[in-house]
């Protein structure tokens, strides 16, 4: 994901502009913590779920939080005018990106590998 958001930061700067390649990092900056959070978050609730250790309402507000504070950062670039939305959305894009890559890459070397 990194690779991808720098190169995508590097030609957007080179071809664009430097507020261009600023929006792109800080959207992947944006979908990594977004990633951590989910992560954190999952791992909380199924934790619970396993250990039946009383309720599961925080892991899930926390679930549920990440997509009020994203939305909150998009909205107030969005009205700030701060940095191109597309920009931004674009590096937030990058995680769907790699996984992509990551899933064509696994099925081209699974597919060249041979059985001992």
């Known amino acids: 994901m990194a690779a991808i958001v720098v190169a995508a930061s590097l030609i957007g700067g080179i071809f664009l502009s430097a507020?261009?390649?600023?929006?792109v990092s800080l959207g992947g900056v944006l979908a990594f913590v977004n990633y951590l959070w989910l992560r954190r978050a999952t791992a909380g609730l199924f934790r619970r779920a396993a250990e039946n250790s009383g309720a599961a309402w925080p892991a899930a507000a926390g679930f549920l939080l990440r997509y009020v504070a994203l939305g909150s950062v998009l909205l107030g670039i969005y009205l700030l005018r701060f940095l191109p939305m597309e920009a931004v959305i674009l590096?937030?894009?990058?995680?769907?990106?790699?996984?992509?890559f990551?899933?064509?890459?696994?099925?081209?070397?699974?597919?060249?590998k041979k059985e001992i």
């Open 102 to 112: 990551e899933g064509l890459l696994n099925i081209f070397t699974s597919s060249f």
């Open 91 to 100: 590096g937030l894009s990058s995680f769907a990106l790699a996984v992509v």
């Open 19 to 23: 507020r261009f390649a600023a929006g």
